[in-house]
Structure formats: structure tokens, C-alpha cells
């Protein structure tokens, strides 16, 4: 299926759908939403039931509005823009606005932290005391389309553990359309560094569900769920009972009726001997989200 999504051939695509494809079969190219640089291809797939997290820049960039290519032009701030909005920091309300140019700029190009620092001179990037450049190019990072036409797209990282930029973010980020983003950011006690969670939208609320998250801080045997208010953006931790997946990254989840979350597939990390254990979900959870109650499905 990958081909006609690499040719942009949505005539293709529906005839491919209607026959019964596997929107998420991978083959030697990856899957067809891995090949999605279109708007309209991509979010046919992701309707069509397509893992998200096979989604790209490229292809996250188009359903944003923005050319799938990154664009270093749009960055378009001043070198004191670039320094005083150089590296991550913490919001200090929940939610505090983040109102930081060069983090916009960062946006709306899709250029990595290396080609951002690269304009403005800061090639440090292997240097001792080296902090990450902020960037928004990120993996493990929810998308969620609101009834009112608006974008939210929350947390991720940047780069490989390895990597002098990477980061795991706790942000959101809020296309209203036209190019306009409000960025919105948070204590770490509100909400710490999050990645490769779900997002669902469920009323006035996305829950956001599970994160890999970095070493030292994953608490085995617990699932975080948080609650953003799609009206304040206010984020809540919300405190949950019962038979939960544990510690939970690149899962599906979807809504379960008008009260309820299915949560299946992904991998769990646990602590056996002092080693950490990455082993697949075979279960399907399911969190009741009003009496904050996880069960497993029979």
C-alpha cells in the first residue's frame, strides 16, 4: 500500500481501503502512514485505524498546514531571539503561555535542533556542559484534531538518548489555524517529560495515557494518566485503582463507549534483579474514566 501513498494517489489509496488493505502492514519501506507526505492521505489513513506513531514529520507537517519539506527560512527570528529561547525550560503556572519566538519559528520550519543552532553559529553541539537546543522535529508525540478545527499536539522527544539534543518534552502546542500556535508549558510536577503516550479525546478533555520517558523516573507497575482541559489547558495527574498495564509506551487507545478507555498493544517496562524488562502488552485494559477504575478486558 506503501506506493500509492508515496505517489500521493489518494484515488489509489481509497480503492486499496475499500479492498480491505492492513493500514498497518510494514514491509521492507516501513507502513503506508510512514510514507504519507500529504494532508489528506495522512489523516485517511489515521481514520482508516493506522498506528499514529508511524506518522513523520513530513507527514505531521502536511496535516498542520505547513510544507511536508522543512524550511530553515521560516525560522526567521534574531540572534537574541535565538538565545533567550535556545533551550527548554519549565513553565512555571499550569498552564503558563509560552510566548517565545524562535520555539515558534522552531515550528513552523520542522528543522532539527542541529540545523537550528547551525543558524545562528551555536555548533557547540559535542562541547562539555553542551544543553540541548529546544526543537519541536519529535517522536512519541500525540496529535488530537478538536471538534472546532484546532490541533493539539502534546510532549515527545527529540533525537536518540545518545544524542547531545535529545530531550523528552512536557509541552503542548495548540494550532488554531492560519499559522497561529500557542505554546503552553508546565512545572515538571504538573506534568513531567512525556513520550510515546496516547491521547483521547473524550469531551472537554484529552487523557493522556502512559510515556517511555527517561531512565531513573518510570515507576514500574503504575500507568500515569494525566487530564488536559481543551478550554484552560490545564493539566491534571489523575490518580487511578484496579488492575492497571503498568508502566506503558507505543500503545493504542480508544474510546470504549461515552465513559471508558481501551488500552492495548505497546510494551510495558518492569524491574526484575535489578534489570530493567521491555516486554509486549498481550492484554487489553480498560480505564473507566469516572471512577478511575482499570480493569482488564475478559
Known sequence: MADPVECCNEEAVEILLAAGANVNQESATGT?????????????????????????????????????????????????????????????????????????GMIRSGINAYQGGKLFGDER??????MPIWCA?????????????????????????????????????VHGGNGDITIFGYPETAFPPTDFHTATLIGSHIYLIGSLGYPGTRQYGETPVYRLDINSFRMERLETAGNNPGWIYEHRAIQAGTQAIEVKQGTVVSLAEGEENHSPNMSIFVLDIERLVWRVKE
Open 32 to 104: 503506508a502512514l510512514g510514507s504519507a507526505t500529504t494532508r489528506n492521505i495522512a489523516l485517511r489513513l489515521m481514520n482508516a485505524g493506522a498506528h499514529p506513531k508511524h506518522l513523520t514529520s513530513e507527514g505531521r507537517r502536511a496535516i498542520l498546514g505547513y510544507p511536508s519539506e522543512p524550511d530553515e527560512k521560516l525560522v526567521d527570528v534574531s540572534a537574541n531571539e535565538f538565545q533567550q529561547g535556545r533551550s527548554r525550560r519549565f513553565g512555571k503556572h499550569n498552564p503558563e503561555k509560552m510566548k517565545i519566538p524562535f520555539w515558534e
Open 137 to 173: 522535529q519529535r517522536f512519541g508525540q500525540s496529535i488530537t484534531f478538536l471538534p472546532d478545527g484546532r490541533i493539539v499536539q502534546v510532549a515527545g522527544e527529540h533525537e536518540d538518548s545518545y544524542d547531545p539534543d535529545f530531550c523528552i518534552y512536557n509541552d503542548v502546542f
Open 125 to 130: 553541539k559535542f562541547d562539555p556542559g553542551y
